[in-house]
């Protein structure tokens, strides 16, 4: 028995101009009309709302009740704030961007009137393509489901889709945080309720192509990252990756041996899948340009599938992930500046200087790191966590951690003139200490601002000064260098660059706060009793990661710290790229979280643990099988021993980036002390492995000292980390 169900058609639109007024018009031409029209519209800042009110009469003409309204939001908000103002027991749905064949709302509607059991009827979309129209035609073939390839389970996108009402109330409606693939998730959850599916094949719409390939690209980029951002993984996604992946190692593998078998293998692979790409797809077109446009796009599909899935993944942290991506794509790109001028510059002191001459700098370069963390002693993080908790904060804290800066700063500059004397240094090294001394005094002034901009997340300022102040300290050194022809002259070049870094500093944050010295006992107790574990901690660390440098030029002399630092680049430059800007930002985003959602701040420290995961071990595995052309290539054939040091020292890298992860957790948690302990087991297990490895195995026993000592701090850090988060109630 056929029973009459009242429907009601729902869709937004924002900035639709184009392609509203197909879809409104076939609306009105169906051979079964809806009983209302509900349209969102999300801002629209063109003539779209101009275009749909004057559709009203002709809706109202014809007996069909017409809403519009306004909403800001992303379409699922839309669609449920419509679906609410919605009277009727079924809703029907579309986009613009498409037009309706005539009987699409008759037969979409009509499983509800003869089985009152349906729940959810999937409709069809085909491509809206001219004869002419080629590359459109190709795109459907990726975009679209072909009419082949339709079963039973078909999951229905909401540009083709009908449903009651009471089920869209049941399962929560659309889910508002995604942006895309929100409503493959709401067909999901119907699904996963035990709402009762049927397919309509001839319930068509009608759905317009991109019309180039950056567009294309862009379309499939935002489907993916839908998808990474709603956990849903396509049974094809885990091969493409691993495709890819299989690909990528084949070509390091060709360019460390350079071997001509593999490279016609690596080709044939390459044919291979182009004719694959021809072959699944062709019977769609049937045209001589699929040829070329059909393997193209294969190619742009899988290049937009991995890099919108794996941002969708990473955005989806458990956090305010648009802007932790946001500040970490800033900050990359500022770390993208800073290593590759640092980069460049170890390249040209590496060629220019001798290797003697290389391996002192290298040494006062050691000290300056090792010296560095004495300035600060965690008193910096200390800040940012106080200030992003209450910004109201920000100036009692920041003039009060800059008075602790500036005292230690001038303590560690005496402490820099004793230890050159102490250990018998030149008169030339122990100047060199002293003038790189003066620099880290003008460091101490500088952070002042990193501290303010890192708190408030305004992460773009961050990127610009640190950029700027790696550029003046290399261009100084350099001038210094051209001058002098000496490491007098670069050592007093770098002091000149970064006293302009200052005055830059400073500029830029007087723009944003007024500043004024607000000394408070209570304050300076707080940041430097907090920091102070951190602090040890961080020169703990540096200890055991430059010691190295010390401990050779000992055991071995000049020649074999300089051999040995034409390797470590490589890693500190990895870990500062792509670790350090994510770890930066995470931070403030993971300390909100643990205040507001604990059950949010552990899925982020686990997907932060992944995100790492997933970038260091690939790289680390590239960087050991491309080492025997990366050295010669980049330092000249006189560092050719760093080789075998640069294929064992990469793989610190993924231990250490692990381990920032965790030691930030400990920082959050409040459980620096833990931090402080490990980092000095850390100095311990490091130095005695030098001791014992150097004498025997030469430069490559520091370098596995590196490697083993990191190892060891990642499965401590793990542990405490697991026990300090399992006793975190959920809330």
Known sequence: MVQKVTVTFITTVLNEEKSIYALLESLLGQSRRPDAVVIGDGGSTDSTVDIIKKFVPKFTKKGIKFTLFQKKGNRSAGRNEAIRRANSKIIVASDAGCSLDAHWLEIIVSPFENNSRIDVVAGYYRSQTSPQAIFEKCLAAYTCVMPDKIRDDFLPSSR?????????KQVGGYPEELNTCEDLMFARKLKENGKVFTVQKKAIVYWSQEKNLWRAFKQFFHYAQGDGQARYIRSQTPWLFARYFFGLCLLLLYLATTNALLLQFLLLLLISYFVWAIQKNYRYVHHWKALLYLPLLQLVADIAVLVGMSWGLISGLGFNSKRVMKNTFFLSVAEVVIKATGFLWVVFLARE??????????????????????PDLGVGLIAIREIAKEKKRTVPFLSNALTIHLVLSVLTLIMLVIVGRI??????????????????????????????????EKMRQTAWLNSFNSVAMTVGGLAGYLRLHSLLGIFSGMLVGITVSVVVSWIALLKNVTFSWQPNIKIIKKLFFSGLPLGLASLSYMLYTRIDSIMLQKFLGEQA???????????FALIQLLNVPFVIAVYPALTRSFRQDKARFKRGIRKSLAYVVSW????????ALLAPRLIPAIFGPKYLESIPILQI???????????????????????QQWYLGISIVGVVINILANVYLIPRWGISGAAWAAVLTQAALLAIYISVVYYQVSKIKSS
């Open 561 to 571: 710290v300089g051999q040995y630092n034409v390797a470590t680049p490589f890693i």
């Open 160 to 168: 083709s889709i009908a449903f009651k009402k009471a089920a869209w």
């Open 353 to 374: 200087l001798s290797v003697s001459q290389y391996g002192r700098y290298s040494l006062v370069n050691s000290f300056i790191v090792l010296f560095a963390a004495f």
């Open 649 to 671: 020292i990469i793989f610190f890298v993924p231990f250490a980036s692990l381990s920032a992860i965790l030691y930030k957790i400990l920082i959050i948690l409040d459980k």
């Open 616 to 623: 260091s071990v690939p790289v680390a595995l590239g960087v």
């Open 423 to 456: 250990l018998g240094y030149s008169d030339e090294i122990r100047i060199l200490m002293l003038i790189a001394g003066l620099s880290l005094l003008m460091s101490s002034l500088r952070i002042t601002a990193v501290i303010y901009f890192e708190a408030h």
